[in-house]
């Protein structure tokens, strides 16, 4: 059973939401985000860099504050303003041939840590606290945690009968996307969605480990910190946007590791040849086709590898999983890399040219050789979460990816 709820968001003016909505601040290079914050007033990213006004690098606790500062500005201004009523924001990204349609909802920390919400990545302590700490002094949320959810016919038709209306934002960002969000704030269709919630066993989260798990911990520190508590205060609930499992998109990274730990290129493939079946692609950039096969690249060629099943027991879902297979097989026994998340010589790429890209890194001698497979699915994905189990970093590039800035929830 879980448990969504509307709330009342603090939104941008319907004027102004261009201009407001911004990608998140880690997806920006450091020319972008100065010519954003130089000539765009009402960027989001003033919010959360407000050093900027000071001309001045600012961090820790007084960032924290001058985050609070600026938020409460844009309040004042007007470029912000708080619904009257709790509401769902249905909201649709739409790009060629890619469409995806969900709702921003408020989410119960007690659903998480029920495991009605599940997860499938560690997350760092640090990081947890770091967040909860944040979340705390500017007393906001504006970016959602990205959770899916089994298709359902009910949900999906309360989003066609809304999406008949005239969506209350309808405008395209200079990356060729096109937004639109639609206020649900009709009691039937409410209560349609919420009861359709409550026949689901899970919920999956697809992006953002960390923020659940801080909004989860800054629930304790408030609960112990009010004498009256009740369990129905805003801090027992965290933004989350909910996507049918249909209308979400992964993609795969791909591992590059700088050198082959002292083994020349004949004893490399020798290593490799106790788990895989090896061929050589005479043909152009090679890409897997199928479960348990992966492209390599290494001193000008691609090879296929394909693993050896005799070779190789399969105990759970983990061990299923392509980019465990790898990291166990080649990562970890042959080239010694133990810490997927944080040794210096493996790096991840993704993105539609990523094969290309790792091919050029491996020319130009930046890396000794690169990793391609193919993207985990929402079924593996499920069954590594369902068991209790965690993927290694890096294992999934996930879309939609939203604009900060639409709908905030007020802590």
């Known amino acids: 059973m879980a448990l969504v709820k509307p709330f009342k968001a603090i939104r941008p003016t319907r004027d102004k939401v261009s201009f407001v909505a911004s990608r998140s601040y880690e997806e920006y290079s450091d020319e972008e985000i100065k010519a954003v914050l130089q000539y765009n007033p009402f960027s989001f990213l003033h919010i959360i860099n407000p050093g900027f006004k000071f001309h001045k690098n600012i961090t ?215 788990h895989f079946r090896i061929e050589k692609q005479e043909e152009g950039p090679f890409r897997p086709t199928k479960k348990h096969q992966f492209s390599m690249y290494l001193e000008g060629e691609f090879y296929s590898l394909y693993l050896r099943k005799t070779n190789y027991t399969f105990t759970d879902a983990l061990s299923r999983l392509d980019t465990q297979i790898l990291y166990k097989t080649i990562l970890e026994p042959v080239l010694e890399i133990t810490d997927l998340r944080n040794d210096k010589r493996i790096a991840y790429g993704y993105g539609k040219n990523n094969l290309i890209q790792m091919k050029d890194s491996v020319d130009n001698g930046k890396f000794a050789v690169g990793f391609s497979l193919l993207p985990t699915t929402i079924q593996e994905i499920k069954a590594i979460a369902d068991a209790g189990l965690v993927m290694p970093p890096k294992s999934t590039y996930i879309e939609p990816k939203l604009r900060s800035g639409l709908a905030i929830y007020e802590l």
């Open 60 to 274: 820790g606790k007084e960032r924290f504050h001058l985050v609070h500062n600026r938020y409460l500005e844009f309040l004042e201004e007007n470029t912000l303003q708080k619904d009257e009523e709790a509401s769902f924001y249905l909201y649709q990204i739409e790009k060629g041939d890619f469409k995806s349609l969900g709702f921003f909802c408020a989410c119960s920390v007690e659903d998480y840590r029920n495991n009605v919400i599940k997860k499938h990545e560690d997350t760092i302590k640090h990081r947890e606290e770091l967040f909860a700490d944040y979340l705390h002094t500017v007393g906001f949320n504006a970016e959602p945690v990205l959770m899916t959810y089994a298709d359902d016919e009910t949900v999906w038709d309360v989003f066609q009968e809304e999406i008949q209306r005239k969506p209350v934002y309808d405008f395209t960002t200079t990356d060729r996307f096109n937004h639109s969000l639609w206020k649900i704030s009709n009691e039937k269709a409410i209560a349609k969605l919420e009861t359709a919630f409550t026949q689901m066993d899970a919920l999956y989260i697809a992006d953002g480990h960390h923020r659940s798990a801080s909004s989860n911990l800054l629930a304790r520190q408030m609960e112990s910190e009010n004498k009256n508590h009740t369990g129905s205060e805003a801090y027992n609930y965290f933004m989350a946007y909910l996507i049918p499992e249909s209308q979400i998109r992964i993609y795969e990274f791909n591992r590059m590791v700088k050198d082959l730990n002292g083994y020349s290129k004949e004893e490399f493939l020798i290593q490799l040849d106790e």
